[in-house]
């Protein structure tokens, strides 16, 4: 009796290192990422309309969407290159101005966040006769601060094929047994107690915070805000431990792919850095705008 209460009483002991062990590493990455936050920067070429050659000497004006203040300023060299450092994260409007042409502004306000710190404006400038006769193009427009031009469909479908995919290749090359899922194991994982696997530290503090870094990037790369990029990561983790392996699904897996992959996105911005996206000006201002 006195052996099986011992038994019992180290497994309970076990357990909750394991689970304070798995809080106390998301709280150091957390604390250690948002000390290590700093700025970004917003960079570019700015062109003449008529012969797309580089103008020299135009005034690049950043400002703080919700402050007005200004935040940095550049002027462009003779290749029409500038660069400007933003002390802080943000929303910022860029704005170029020159005598004799018109002014232009970038189509919509540029977001810096833990994950898009850097961004390239490329802008075009033309006299005020030019700019009236040159047609506006419209295409689609991805932002963070409006939701114009996000989709729910991408990041499902991309996390959806990436654990297909990891679950074929670990079959075929780790292990048949643990990766052979079926209907029938997915229906006894849906229906069966949740445990706390014994995993060693490299799989489940740095495989399974690597694979929850691409759930979230998957959907924050598609537009999606920070709440919602974290619930496809918790979503795309949930989906692993059911239809990913054949064994029971872990709770510190569930808690530590999510937490931890969005602090290993923010840091790194692995993902989102990748998947650039271009927008045309609104009419007359000749600026384009893309992710780095």
């Not at 957390?30 to 700015?46: K, L, M």
């Not at 040159?134 to 959806?160: C, D, F, H, N, R």
């Not at 998957?218 to 990029?229: I, Q, Y």
């Not at 979503?235 to 392996?245: K, N, P, R, Y």
Request: charged share 15%.
């Amino acid at each position: 009796m006195d052996a099986t209460n011992g038994e019992a009483m180290k497994r309970t002991r076990n357990t909750f290192n394991a689970i304070l062990s798995v809080l106390l590493v998301g709280v150091v990455i957390s604390v250690t990422g948002e000390a290590f936050a700093q700025g970004g920067s917003i960079s570019g070429t700015v062109k003449d309309l008529s012969g797309n050659q580089g103008i020299q000497g135009v005034i690049i004006t950043v400002t703080d969407v919700s402050t007005r203040a200004l935040a940095g300023t550049d002027i462009t060299d003779a290749l029409g290159n500038y660069s400007v450092s933003i002390p802080s994260l943000g929303n910022y409007t860029v704005l170029a101005s020159k005598l004799g042409y018109d002014n232009a502004t970038a189509p919509n306000v540029i977001e810096l966040t833990d994950v898009a710190r850097n961004w390239t404006v490329n802008i075009s400038m033309g006299g005020e006769a030019r700019s009236n006769e040159k047609t506006a193009q419209t295409t689609q427009v991805l932002s963070w601060e409006t939701g114009a031009g996000k989709s729910y469909i991408i990041p499902a479908l991309e996390i959806i094929g990436f654990d297909f995919l990891l679950n074929r290749f670990n079959y075929h090359f780790i292990d048949e047994e643990v990766y052979g899922t079926t209907w029938s194991t997915v229906r006894d994982n849906l229906t069966g107690t949740w445990v706390v696997d014994t995993d060693p530290f490299s799989t489940n503090q740095f495989l399974h915070p690597y694979q929850g870094s691409i759930y979230y990037g998957s959907a924050r790369s598609a537009g999606l805000n920070f709440w919602e990029s974290l619930g496809y990561s918790v979503v795309g983790s949930f989906l692993w431990e059911i239809a990913g392996e054949t064994g029971p699904p872990s709770i510190n897996d569930q808690i530590t792919t999510p937490s931890e992959g969005v602090s290993w996105a923010s840091r790194y911005s692995g993902w989102p850095a990748c998947c650039s996206r271009t927008v045309a000006a609104s009419p007359g201002s000749g600026a384009s705008w893309a992710q780095r």
